[in-house]
């Protein structure tokens, strides 16, 4: 159940499909939670600027039921993110978001 889905501006992710494997494995980490529930996504190329400027930034949204620390989470995946794409840390935004059980679906059901 627990989600991460990054977007940013910056084209020229090397290794895309290993930045998601090791966003997973750290979403499953710090989330307590079975990496069997964990989603990735990644979207490039997205139009976006920060601070008014059109310098390579990030937006991620983690989502889960539960298990979220937003510090520990932060400093976590800035320096990860900032390891695997050469975007600075100060042009990261993370968005958390705790999701009721029961508004979230998975093989025809909810969690709650």
Do not use: H
Request: aromatic share 8%; glycine share 6%; with cysteine.
């Amino acid at each position: 159940m627990p989600l991460i889905n990054l977007k940013t501006s910056n084209i020229n992710i090397e290794n895309p499909e290993a930045l998601l494997k090791v966003l997973s494995k750290e979403l499953s980490n710090l989330t307590g939670k079975p990496e069997t529930y964990v989603m990735t996504a990644l979207q490039t190329d997205v139009a976006m600027t920060y601070a008014g400027s059109n310098e390579p930034c990030c937006f991620v949204e983690i989502k889960s039921i539960g298990s979220l620390d937003p510090v520990k989470m932060s400093s976590s995946f800035c320096e990860l993110i900032e390891s695997r794409t050469g975007i600075p840390t100060n042009r990261i935004y993370i968005e958390f978001e705790d999701v009721p059980a029961s508004l979230w679906g998975w093989d025809g059901r909810t969690f709650g």
